[in-house]
């Protein structure tokens, strides 16, 4: 009996040391999935993916094409953005590919390619076909589909499909963004018919249909890559922007390949590691030499006020060398000197305690632009594989100009360059050589999509926000570091720095009486912006106490998801 008892004792230790090892072979996993997306729809199109056996890139897959439908003004088949996955390696690992499905230019874009008379035109960068650089959203899709999915596109691009045919309501954040691109939209016969009622916003409620984009779904769904960038679909859209005075190619088409690049790390002091948006993506950078520098400062047990001028201060310095970087295929970004541990300690001992920097002390100027659309979502599945993407067609609406029959609506990408590198354009803009226009170039981009991983915590950040999405992810970061709870990082009002101009961007809410005095005696000058800014979303999933958590900005209409598929 008492041998009995040992044996059965000894298989129960057996058996308890196998699973432990299997455990810490495959890796920790999540006791739930987790989808936070802009919009209810969009994450049900990729709830939907894991239910039916699909994995998160499945699900990444369905999630951007419900978007491109119930999102129009946010990012579609027409536009361009960024994928990080992470992709378990089986023994407790991860490997972290980046995706670039950034829009490039035009084979025949050139550095002037907005001047007339002398004169770069903004509005031609803007609205229009001459605004789109070739899209990259269909490719990348398909490169998901046969790379990293489970899933054919017939299955993943079905709720999509279904969307687009049957339409969806009208809410709020599309009558803003349509009132605020009404008079663009009006001026294309297509855009008009499909975006708007009888050349009017359209009033809540009210159900847009998208017949075409319905087709042009079903022919990638058919065809992958070659569905959209060839044939007939190819055809049709250079036809449709050369009619309207644009300048693409089938060339330009045939030629468009995402690339897979490698992510941008960085080894935190804490042990984990930041991952983020490499070139052509300045997002990624500006986040990493941020959280190096605020590592060399006096951040923990010190008063709120002097936290946030040690952001704004290192801000300031990040962005300021935001000018050195473009395409990595087209020049050489410094990214060894621009994170280089001594450089950033340097920067840091750079910051004085009790007195703002003026930027004009630091380096010759440079001036970003903002805005407030685009879209950004991430997925987890029970595996551990995660996307975190973020995706635009640039100005809401992007150029406000669809392809006649093909429901596509097209970005206005080709403004993220800078049109003038010796002076600024319309929109002070101003320029860099290594962000001028050239054929084939992708234009430099905000777009942050980011993780924090280590053995014991992982977490996905991401939104909109043009140039201030790298400040709105860092702020999320700290308030992780700062252990609050999931529904304050995206919650938090915010505030932002951008090297020039020389202000503290802020929202209203986001300083005290008593800080915003302390603030301007040091030097700082305040600028609260009108309305609420970003739309971040973030997945937390604690490996150690096998916890999931997600939570959505409130100023949006997004709900995190968090279930067993
Ligand atoms: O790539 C970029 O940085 C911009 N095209 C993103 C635009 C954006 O986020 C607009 N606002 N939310």
Redesign the pocket.
Known sequence: MLFGNLAWHARLVAGCVLLLSLCVQAGPQPPQAAIVSAHPLASAAGQRMLQEGGNAFDAAIAISAALAVVEPYGSGLGGGGFYLLRQPDGHGGASYPFIDA?ERAPLAAHANLYRRGGKVQPELSLNGPLAAAIPGIPAALAYLASQFGQLPLSTSLAPAIELAEQGFAVDEVYRQRASWRRTALQADATSARLFLRDGEVPAAGSVLHQPELANTLRLLARDGHAGFYGGDLADQLVEGVRAAGGIWSMEDLASYQVVERPALRLSLDNGETLISAPPP?A?GVAIAQSLAMLQWLPWHNTSAVDRQHAVVEVLRRAYRDRRLLGDPDHVSNPLSALLDSRYLRQQAASIEQHRATPSAELAPPLTLH?????THFSVLDLQGRAVSA?L?I??PFGAAFTVPGTGVLLND?MD?FAADSQGSNAYGLAGSQANSIAAGKR?????SPSFIDSPTRFASFGT????R?PSMVLLAMLARQDQQPITQWPALARYHHQFLPDHIEHEKDAFTLEQRAELQRRGHTLKAVGRRYGNLHVIAWHKADNHLSAASDPRGLGQPLVFKP
């Open positions: 950034r993506s997002g903002e805005g407030d659309h685009t973020t635009s640039n100005l990408e993220d234009p430099l981009s905000s777009m909109p926000g043009g140039s999405i």
